[in-house]
């Protein structure tokens, strides 16, 4: 028996719209990162800032058993999807184009309606399903993936949109009355376990001469100010991202927040722009736009429904 929910269609959409935001931001900075550290390194050391400050928070809140979640399995279970999704997203990148990576993450959002759909969580209407098809439409018109000979590599990203869509209706049906804050430090301790264990591999097994010295790869680096500046600006804005989109899949139906993560390719277009002068083509435009339609046509479908809904 789950607790009883008020949903805030309009607070969930802000907040997934704003995480999305912070989150093109943050992979921007890890991209301007370049040959610096490895994922295994960035991890590291950006969970050693982000754990403190997310636990000190629970504390000044609620003391020591604010830092304990209600329901430790699901919280467990929650992180280790989203951890699984970045590792599989990040093993895909060197053997596959960066744009076939993206198109099999984004599909996400198809994901999340069918398993909520299939729980019996939330029923999608035939428009609603057009929607999110359409959504999907504009993210292969920004993306324009070629018709490349296909590899079990492909396999990769699309499996990591699935872990994504299972963590993200797993927080609405079992973590709903988890505090953001507890969810954001699961995930985050379980990204610090990941990279001291990762180092450790990679400190054992990793032959440099014989391997190429890849993000996964790579050993640990020595930083300069400007990169420990930048890791310490992706660790604070990872806790942002990591909190906003948990209580937007709290408080917001699975796959309403799910159509407006697309709205992190015109953010990423923005970002590119102002930061790696990378201008978007006219038809990337238009995919994005198609992609903004089909976020509002879903909200004022489920608005509507909504309505309909009160007595």
């Given at each position: 028996m789950h607790p009883e929910r008020h949903d805030n269609?309009?607070?969930?959409?802000?907040?997934?719209?704003?995480?999305?935001?912070?989150?093109?931001l943050s992979d921007a900075l890890v991209k301007s990162l370049g040959a610096g550290p490895s994922l295994w390194q960035l991890l590291t050391l950006a969970s050693s800032i982000s754990i403190p400050l997310l636990a000190g928070c629970l504390l000044l809140r609620g003391g020591?058993?604010?830092?304990?979640?209600?329901?430790?399995?699901?919280?467990?279970l929650r992180s280790l999807l989203l951890l699984a999704m970045w590792l599989l997203f990040y093993a895909s990148l060197p053997l596959i184009p960066?744009?076939?990576?993206?198109?099999?993450?984004?599909?996400?959002p198809l994901f999340i309606a069918i398993l909520a759909s299939a729980i019996g969580e939330e029923r999608l209407t035939r428009g609603n399903w057009a929607a999110i098809g359409l959504g999907f439409g504009g993210v292969l018109l920004v993306l324009r993936p070629g018709l490349g000979v296909f590899s079990l590599a492909m396999t990769l990203p699309v499996a990591a949109a699935c872990c994504y869509a299972?963590?993200?209706?797993?927080?609405?049906?079992?973590?709903?009355?988890?505090?953001?804050?507890?969810?954001?430090?699961?995930?985050?301790?379980?990204?610090?376990?990941?990279?001291?264990?990762?180092?450790?591999?990679?400190?054992?097994?990793?032959?440099?001469?014989?391997?190429?010295?890849?993000?996964?790869?790579?050993?640990?680096?020595?930083?300069?100010?400007?990169?420990?500046?930048?890791?310490?600006?992706?660790?604070?804005?990872?806790v942002s991202v990591n909190t906003g989109v948990a209580r937007a899949y709290q408080i917001a139906p699975s796959s309403?927040?799910?159509?407006?993560?697309?709205?992190?390719?015109?953010?990423?277009?923005?970002?590119?722009?102002?930061?790696?002068?990378?201008?978007?083509?006219?038809?990337?435009?238009?995919?994005?736009?198609?992609?903004?339609?089909?976020?509002?046509?879903?909200?004022?479908?489920?608005?509507?429904?909504?309505?309909?809904?009160?007595?």
């Open positions: 269609r309009r607070q969930g959409v802000a907040l997934i719209v704003g995480s999305v935001c912070l989150l093109a020591w058993r604010a830092l304990l979640p209600e329901r430790p399995g699901w919280v467990m960066l744009a076939t990576a993206a198109v099999g993450i984004y599909t996400t299972g963590a993200m209706v797993l927080t609405r049906r079992h973590c709903a009355s988890e505090r953001p804050l507890v969810l954001a430090l699961g995930l985050n301790l379980g990204f610090a376990l990941a990279g001291v264990a990762g180092s450790g591999l990679v400190a054992m097994w990793v032959d440099d001469q014989a391997l190429p010295r890849g993000f996964l790869s790579r050993s640990w680096q020595p930083l300069d100010l400007a990169e420990a500046a930048l890791i310490l600006l992706y660790a604070l804005l990872m309403l927040v799910g159509t407006f993560d697309y709205a992190y390719l015109p953010f990423a277009a923005v970002w590119g722009a102002l930061w790696f002068d990378e201008v978007p083509d006219a038809t990337t435009w238009l995919g994005m736009t198609v992609i903004l339609i089909s976020g509002w046509l879903v909200l004022r479908r489920s608005g509507a429904r909504s309505r309909l809904a009160k007595p």
